[in-house]
């Protein structure tokens, strides 16, 4: 039996009547429709109960869990990544996607240059616009009276500003959001190039953060060959067909 929403939703009338609305499937089978409803159905109810009668009686139950699948893909388990899959399955092929999900860093990572790049982070303008946050919390915790935007945050702060000085990067609007724009100037190879910048922005994020829940400061030094250099060397074992890149970079960031 394939139910495509709940039975409170398939039989609205009756279940106005139920006077036991966590019943499962199982336990209403064991005992009579009439066990758990009021009395006196009107005549809507009525014609829910005689339907859902008729529905359970074509019902056999197996003794193992319940399972839970898609329409569009019934020979998987239901889990998050088919429920994204199906709800866009409509959706245009985003070109840049492919750049994210190819880097050999951690998912988590890789999801925060997602949100990055379609403008998701829970950054203070988008809590405002989601009502999250009041106006005069929005600023940001550097530069009092300006709205704190992903631009803001990535681009126009002068601690953001002050990464991209010592890399000798300049970052025009916007591309903090396609990271294979970033450092395209510099010597080290390019085959690691997407995945040291997401580093990057990962460790101006996060001193972002560290700045708001910790009051802690960070210098420009500590997001290069501290923090970010500490993560190259925590991963670099994702790396070991490129080491001699990552290590160039790994070099270059030491030098900054």
Not at 249 to 255: D, E, K, T, Y
Request: charged share 25%.
């Amino acid at each position: 039996m394939v139910l495509a929403v709940p039975l409170a939703e398939t039989f609205p009338a009756l279940y106005c009547h139920c006077i036991q609305d966590a019943l499962s499937v199982r336990d209403a089978l064991n005992h009579s429709l009439d066990d758990v409803l009021r009395p006196r159905l009107t005549q809507a109810a009525a014609q829910d109960k005689l339907l859902l009668q008729n529905c359970l009686q074509h019902l056999t139950l197996k003794d193992e869990p319940d399972s839970r699948f898609l329409t569009l893909w019934p020979s998987e388990c239901f889990n998050s990544s088919s429920a994204y899959r199906a709800t866009h399955t409509d959706d245009a092929p985003d070109p840049d996607a492919i750049r994210f999900w190819d880097t050999k860093l951690p998912s988590k990572i890789r999801f925060f240059g997602w949100l990055l790049h379609c403008d998701r982070l829970n950054t203070r303008a988008n809590m405002l616009r989601r009502n999250i946050c009041k106006q005069e919390e929005s600023s940001c915790e550097c530069c009092p009276g300006t709205l704190e935007t992903s631009e803001h945050i990535f681009v126009s702060c002068p601690c953001a500003r002050a990464v991209w000085g010592l890399l000798g990067i300049a970052v025009g609007d916007g591309m903090h959001q396609q990271p294979w724009l970033l450092g395209c100037e510099l010597q080290p190879p390019h085959s690691v190039q997407v995945d040291v910048m997401l580093l990057v922005l990962w460790q101006i994020w996060k001193a972002r953060n560290a700045l708001i829940f910790d009051r802690a400061t960070s210098l420009p030094t500590d997001v290069l060959r501290r923090r970010t250099i500490k993560d190259m060397d925590f991963w670099s074992s994702r790396y070991k067909k490129l080491c001699i890149d990552f290590d160039r970079w790994r070099a270059f960031l030491l030098s900054c």
